[in-house]
Nanobody, 118 residues
Framework: VQLQASGGGSVQAGGSLRLSCAAS????????IGWFRQAPGSEREFIAT????????RYADPVKGRFSISRDNANNTVWLQMNNLQPEDTAVYYC????????????WGKGTQVTVSS
């Protein structure tokens, strides 16, 4: 499974970004897709995940109500809509494929940088 994350950038606090994760490979549909982030000097943390088949969704508490994950099965793409971004959301964001509920990821894409200024 290959994953390609994109859509990062720099925004001011309160702004929005939408990240995308394009998945490819014969078995890509068999996995949940999740988003994780890693800020400088911090551990990588789970953000959100969605199951391909059943549409099950799970969010980390810090992003509930602000971030929304969705999928486009026809194009093997998972989106992460991020609203009301805050400086503490600044991190490198990664998408990963793995078994539900995505405690960790089996396959990882390269990260995309999100920077939020106050």
């Amino acid at each position: 499974v290959q994953l390609q994350a994109s859509g990062g950038g720099s925004v001011q606090a309160g702004g929005s970004l939408r990240l995308s994760c394009a998945a490819s490979g014969r078995t890509a549909h068999a996995y949940a897709i999740g988003w994780f982030r890693q800020a400088p000097g911090s551990e990588r943390e789970f953000i959100a995940t969605i199951n391909w088949g059943g549409g099950r969704i799970r969010y980390a508490d810090p992003v509930k109500g602000r971030f929304s994950i969705s999928r486009d099965n026809a194009n093997n793409t998972v989106w992460l809509q991020m609203n009301n971004l805050q400086p503490e959301d600044t991190a490198v964001y990664y998408c990963a494929a793995g078994a539900w509920p995505m405690v960790g990821g089996r396959y990882w894409g390269k990260g995309t940088q999100v920077t939020v200024s106050s």
